[in-house]
């Protein structure tokens, strides 16, 4: 972790100005930052490699690309021979595993960037959706419950996209055979009212851009096969996206205190998951704060309208065809789903 090159990045990506002007005096601009000559040097070359290899976020590597019109494939790729077609050829696994219904290997064993060049591949794919006539809805927040983590043996949160294709109503049925390995797990879901852009993602603010909060079910998903997966994999393959189910008793945020809510999610009548706001993040708006902040700093921030996926509030659990899931969340109403038995 290098606290100082970030905040360097984050500046030459947001500011165009002084992007300019370090140019014309970067020692100046390297002294005033606190960092190397080295340092700013390769944040205004985009040497992606060398950022990553002098410990810069690789969230924020990702955002320097963006603002500075890098193919991040095409420079790593360029730069480092191990990766040579490493990104292309993880989105062709995973786009392969979709449409086949056949999950595959783990992807990270063609990856050696770890995150960053799972969001690499979250992005190619992402933009394959969006031209086969796909709709962003939203975004979801994965891996925030320390239960889940475990359950994964990751240890840090990720995001996906939200299409528009992958809702659920309420009540309905799923066929079970649209998905590949499924789990289920119950999450908070808050519909943005304004854009979650620039400066100042102070609480105040996020808590008066969400207007209603929803109880939901989100079914998770992995091509994966066996969810033999790390990090890198997860990030890359959509952070295990499925689908996912909002309830029909949505109510304004207010002042209401998410880590509170408690959850429980039944299957046929039966409990298989119970949780707390509390689980999530250490509170559903923490975790909005985090997606807020990394997608403005990827350069593609949250909008008026998207509906966001908190992370899970319990364990999930493994769908059973045949089964239905159903579940509570105090204030926040039911919601549930039902799967077909599949076929022979």
């Known amino acids: 972790m290098n606290i100082l090159l970030d905040e360097l990045l984050r500046r030459v990506a947001r500011d165009p100005d002084f992007r300019e002007e370090a140019r014309r005096a970067p020692a100046d601009a390297a002294d005033r ?30 955002h320097l690309a963006a603002a500075l019109g890098i193919d991040p494939m095409d420079r790593f790729a360029r730069a480092v ?11 062709d696994r995973l786009r392969q595993a979709e449409e086949t219904r056949t999950p595959c290997p783990p992807v990270r064993d063609v990856l050696p960037l770890e995150v960053a060049a799972g969001y690499a591949v979250q992005r190619v794919l992402t933009g394959r959706r969006l031209s086969a006539g796909r709709r962003v809805v939203g975004r979801k927040i994965g891996l925030t419950n320390p239960k889940v983590q475990a359950q994964l043996g990751v240890d840090q949160p990720d995001f996906g996209v939200l299409f528009d294709d992958m809702a659920v109503p309420h009540g309905s049925t799923v066929d079970v055979t649209r998905l ?9 879901a808050m519909v943005l009212g304004e854009d979650l852009d620039g400066p100042g993602l102070e609480p105040g603010r996020l808590r ?40 029909s008793s949505p109510v304004p945020l207010g002042g209401r205190d998410l880590r509170t809510v408690a959850m429980s999610m039944a299957e046929d009548g039966v409990e298989v998951s119970e949780g707390t706001g509390a689980d999530c993040l250490g509170d559903p708006l923490a975790a909005l ?53 599949g076929g022979a």
Request: net charge negative.
């Open 180 to 188: 590949l390995q499924p789990r289920i797990e119950t999450e908070v």
């Open 81 to 91: 021979p191990l990766v040579q077609g490493a990104i292309a050829a993880a989105a």
């Open 289 to 341: 704060a985090w997606l807020a902040t990394t997608a403005r700093d990827l350069g593609d921030p949250l909008r008026a309208g998207d509906v966001v996926l908190s992370g899970a509030l319990g364990p999930m659990v493994p769908v059973r065809p045949g089964a239905t899931y159903t579940a509570e969340v105090t204030g926040l109403g039911p919601v549930g789903v039902t799967f077909t038995a």
């Open 33 to 62: 930052a606190g960092v190397p000559l080295a340092d700013l040097t390769a944040v205004l070359d985009g040497d992606l490699v060398a950022l990553h290899d002098r410990g810069a976020h690789p969230l924020l590597i990702m």
């Open 208 to 247: 008066g851009a969400v207007t209603e909060v929803v109880a939901a079910l989100e079914i998770v998903d992995s091509r994966v096969a066996g969810w033999d997966i790390s990090i890198v994999d997860t990030v890359a393959d959509n952070a295990s996206s499925g689908l996912f189910v909002l309830g």
